[in-house]
């Protein structure tokens, strides 16, 4: 059976065309399926009309967060209710093309893959954010050592095998994409064009955008931590060169008496101290908040009965 985790908020205008779609598109290669749409805490109709369409095709499940908790923690909470052999993750703005997935069902069956990811080849909208979203995959794949990760996001298919190994990391603060590429197996790509949002505007603003990747280097990477040594030591060549440049400048009599020295050693000490504060602060945070050890969610209900919820 094969399981499709579809997480979604606020997303009443585009359900109708993404369940149109989503159903003929899986049903073209495989007729044992679960679509299980999760709903993260959504305002507007969402939930009534997911549970409409619940009610004329059962392999639609719904479950319902009890609040918002986010697109990582909502994919989270779909995966641990999904019960195929094979596991989809997919966005609920028409921005993944439901059609890919018989692809990375082929690859699976047919070449032997653990992990198939879909890999944006190219995208279309807003150009500048498409442009911001290309530099940070590239620059995640290098400072986090995943160079296998390439332009892909949470978009993919997984094993049983391999969704168990995924859901088995237990971090509060998660970037999907990282994790699976981070357990290993056998894993492969499918190129395709991600289309622009069908409808409505993007939930994932640019704050948002830089939150995740936030989360993403700082969970995989140690390359902050080195960036503050080569920052503290570029500074320390900088301060002695300026060091240099003011006594030759006294003794040329060309330097204004007692300003140089206190700026100087102000303003090397005051930027190099904050930038490692704030870089070393970012990693206390995470280590409290996963000290924490709160739930990533929490249900409020899951439509996912053989009988009428």
Known sequence: MLSVVIPVFNEEQ????LIKRTVPAIESFIADYEIIFVDDGSTDNTLGILLGHRKANP??????????FGHQAAYTAGLEHASGDLVAMMDGDLQDPPEVLSDMYNLIRK???DVVSARKSSRKGNRMRNLYMQLFHRLFGKVAGLGDIGNAGN????TRKAADALLSVRENIRYLPGIRSFIGFRQGFVDFVRDERFSGKPKMTFLKLLRLAGDAIFSFS???L????????????VFLAAGIYVLVAKAMHIAVPGWSSTLLSIYFL???????????????????KESQNRPVYFVKKFYGGTTAD
């Open 270 to 288: 005051g930027s190099i101290q904050l930038v490692f504060l704030g870089i070393i602060g970012e990693y206390v945070y995470r280590t409290y």
């Open 59 to 68: 392999k639609i499940k719904v479950l319902a967060l009890s609040r918002n």
């Open 222 to 224: 140690k390359f902050p």
């Open 14 to 17: 585009v359900l109708k065309e």
């Open 226 to 237: 080195r960036l503050c040594f080569f920052l503290g030591l570029t500074g320390v060549i």
């Open 111 to 113: 070449e032997g893959f």
């Open 155 to 158: 978009f993919s298919m997984m």
